[in-house]
């Protein structure tokens, strides 16, 4: 029971927000971003994630970003001084106010300063960190309640779930009365409701929103762009304590979720590879 205690004290210590998509949601943004490095990016990151030159990899093998996508999350844990960097605090009813919702740091700011250390740091610890960093920050930002302040971003919206969701579709499925907040909602349940594992939501998001999205249009955007996009989703999908979530709810979120993961993973891209595209440090 003391080490029960313990655990919960510790976690209600942590700053800020809860944290953002669950493992699958940064695994998914992860694998759909490792599909589409450029050379020179996926040699960088190999380097990186397996620097043992007596053992190369073989020259088809990559390490799994999706192993690394909730490593900030764990990090966190014991580095308090780091939470600030996995959301911004934005009022839910008023566009984001840059630079002033971001105050002594926030995920835009870092996703913004990772551009050069992650180019510039020569400490070949600190340069993996900076790598988990990027990737576990481009799945938070497209979090929509990542970006939204009340409540601890929704933390504090608790909802009765009665979402039966995908899983299912053409079954009889015991929908379990429970209760959870709103940014648990979306940080897992809206993606577990869907498929089973998020290799098979990969799949899905290959074969449908990634195959019909203007891929070059949705790649594009600064780290604020993004947070305002998401913003904008927080809104409209808010919801009042006490709420029903049903199948319309789902039915209305599903596609949400789907964009800005595939969004993600899109814009993890090009976030790698444009930052190994040289190996030189920017003058500023």
């Not at 919206?157 to 299912?168: A, E, F, Q, R, S």
Request: with cysteine.
């Amino acid at each position: 029971m003391i080490r029960i205690a313990f655990c919960v004290a510790a976690l209600l210590s942590i700053p800020g927000q809860a944290f953002a998509w669950g493992q699958e949601g940064h695994s998914i943004v992860a694998e759909v971003a490792q599909r589409r490095l450029s050379k020179e990016a996926a040699e960088a990151i190999s380097k990186l994630l397996w620097p043992d030159p007596n053992n190369p990899l073989p020259a088809f093998s990559l390490p799994s970003l999706a192993s690394s996508a909730s490593w900030a999350d764990d990090y966190r844990s014991g580095h308090a001084e780091t939470g600030k960097w996995h959301y911004i605090n934005s009022p839910v009813d008023t566009a984001i106010n840059w630079p002033g919702d971001c105050g002594a740091g926030c995920v835009v700011s870092k996703l913004e300063d990772l551009k050069k250390e992650m180019r510039c740091e020569t400490d070949p610890a600190k340069k993996i960190d900076n790598l988990r960093f990027a990737v576990h920050f481009l799945g938070d930002i497209h979090q929509p309640f990542h970006t939204v302040k009340e409540e601890e971003g929704a933390n504090g919206v608790h909802l009765h779930m009665l979402i039966p969701g995908d899983i299912c579709e053409g079954r009889t499925c015991l929908v379990a009365h429970e209760w959870q907040n709103l940014h648990e909602v979306w940080d897992s349940t809206l993606i577990t409701k869907t498929t089973y594992a998020w290799g098979s939501y990969v799949d899905a998001l290959e074969k449908g929103w990634l195959k019909n999205a203007d891929v070059a249009k949705e790649a594009q955007g600064s780290p604020l762009d993004w947070a305002n996009e998401a913003h904008a989703i927080a809104k409209e999908m808010w919801v009042a304590e006490g709420t029903t979530l049903d199948r319309s709810y789902y039915r209305k979120a599903k596609p949400k979720v789907e964009m800005q993961l595939g969004r993600a993973g899109l814009r993890l891209a090009r976030y790698l590879n444009e930052i190994y595209a040289s190996p030189s440090c920017p003058s500023n």
